[in-house]
């Protein structure tokens, strides 16, 4: 963080809420979308109404890029207009996620357009909110848990684009499309605020284990730092990540490992170990 940032919180509430927005490609290739699955689009009052009692102000929500951008550089704001009418009547905060696991169906991490593409949808994201918005604190995620999509897309198989000894370069792919999102999304908006969520692990070899378990381990626990490493730009540089590509930083779970001291260094290509080594 900058030694001038402000310590104040930009947050409604110390505690948040969040609802499941993802829009992925599961791994049988079909097509999974969490808002109106789980209800929460259905019973927006309804949830907003009961965060508010429990004093949480501040909620995590999703736009869905598949199903915002269905034809490329064409936007369809009708179902975020929806929410966005909520947490006004709901006095709401809302922190949005532009991507978060799933991507139009002519996408990949691997295309060679995906930043390009995002980069577009953030812009054309601002210029949509600012139009109604235009005094509000905005908060966005661009990308959610690289790490762990990075794992599941190009290690397992799980979701697009489905493939193995990959996650290395769809993280690449990924962090590429980040950086690029958030230098459109200050371009657009200099004083929007940047919080990067990603998961955070701890890989141990198990009890007796021999030198080569024990390295491996250690190496998939250093792992998880790498995307975070490249907004930075401590890792990757070539892709344009800075010290001050994100001010805000949060993990899905609680520890104070940050990986910071890594200094800085090139890419080291796709025999590199890549994400987090234990299951999603």
């Known amino acids: 963080m900058p030694a001038n940032a402000t ?44 965060i508010g009692q429990h004093e949480l102000h501040t909620v995590r929500e999703g736009i869905r890029w598949s199903q915002v951008e269905r034809r490329p550089y064409e936007y369809d704001w009708t179902t975020v207009q929806v929410l966005l009418d ?13 991507c978060h696991f799933g991507y139009p169906d002519d996408l990949t991490p691997l295309h060679p357009l995906f930043a390009r593409r995002f980069a577009a949808l953030c812009r054309a994201f601002v210029e949509f909110y ?5 005094d509000d604190v905005l908060i966005v995620t661009p990308i959610n848990e690289v790490s762990f999509m990075s794992w ?11 493939a193995q000894g990959q996650g290395w370069e769809v993280k690449r792919g990924m962090m590429r499309a ?8 200050r371009e657009a908006d200099p004083g929007i605020r940047i919080l990067t969520t990603e998961p955070l692990v701890r890989v141990v070899p198990r009890p007796g284990a021999g030198p080569t378990e024990v390295r491996r381990a250690r190496e998939a626990d250093r792992s998880q730092f790498q995307s975070v490493d490249m907004l930075a730009g401590r890792l990757c540089p070539e892709l344009g990540g800075g010290p001050n590509t994100s001010i805000c930083w949060a993990s899905t779970t609680t520890s104070t490992t940050s990986g910071s001291s ?7 290509g796709p025999t590199s170990t890549t994400t987090r080594a234990s299951g999603p």
Do not use: K
């Open 86 to 98: 909520a947490g006004r009547r709901h006095s709401i905060q809302q922190v949005w996620d532009l």
């Open 7 to 50: 310590t104040e919180s930009p947050f409604a509430s110390f505690w948040m809420a969040g609802f499941e927005c993802t829009d992925q490609l599961n791994a049988f290739g079909h097509r999974v979308d969490f808002l109106p699955l789980t209800g929460h689009l259905e019973l927006l009052d309804q949830d907003y109404r009961a």
């Open 262 to 268: 890594n200094p800085t260094r090139p890419c080291p």
């Open 130 to 134: 600012r139009q109604q918005r235009p």
């Open 152 to 162: 599941l897309g190009g290690d397992v198989r799980g979701t697009s684009p489905y």
């Open 178 to 185: 980040y950086i690029e999102g958030v230098a459109a999304l």
